[in-house]
C-alpha cells in the first residue's frame, strides 16, 4: 500500500470519527431539553402534564399534599396556604401558595415541580400554574400564586395507580439569572 493511499485511508476515518464526536456533543447539548419534552409529554418522572379544562368530578376521593421548598441562593419565604386537600378525580381544584421576597431588592425565580408518587405524574393535570413563567418579586413583596389543577380520573383505572391515596406535589423555587438579582 502507498503512502498516498494510507493517508487517504486515515483522513477518511479522521473524517468518520470526528463527524461521530460532532453528532455526539450535539446530542448532548440537547438532551435536557428532548428529556424535559418527554417527561411534559409522558409524565415520566413525576412531571406533571398541562390541560385546558378538567373533565368534571368522578366518584372517589384522593389527597393532594402540598410541598414548597426554596434553593439556598434565593432569599424568599415560600409557602402552600394549605398543606393538603381531599378532591375528587376529575374535579378542578383552586389552591395557592404564597411566596415574600425578603430581601431589600427584586429578585427573579423559577418554580420546578414534580409529583410523587412518579407514576401519578400522567394523572396530575395543572391548568394554570405560577410554574409556567418566571417570577419576580420586588423588594418585601408579598404575592399568593395560584395552582389550579385536576386530577384524571382513569388514575383509578391504572393497575399501577389505582390504590393510591396521595398525591405530593412539590415545588422548589430557584433564582433567575436575569440581572435583578445580588450579585
Known sequence: MNAAVAQNRHGKTLLVLLSILA??????????TLYR????????GGTTLRADKAPGAVAGEVGVRFDANI????PWR????QQTVRIQPGAQTKIFYKAQNLSARA????AVYNVSPDQVGKYFKKIQCFCFTEQTLK???KVDM???FFVDPKIKQDPDTKDIDEITLSY???PVETGTAAR
Open 23 to 32: 453528532a455526539m456533543i450535539a446530542l448532548v447539548a440537547i438532551s435536557p
Open 37 to 44: 419534552a418527554f417527561c411534559e409529554a409522558t409524565g415520566f
Open 71 to 74: 434553593h439556598p441562593g434565593l
Open 78 to 81: 415560600f409557602e402552600p396556604e
Open 107 to 110: 429578585w427573579t425565580g423559577q
Open 139 to 141: 423588594a418585601g413583596e
Open 146 to 148: 395560584p395552582v389550579v
Open 172 to 174: 422548589t423555587f430557584y
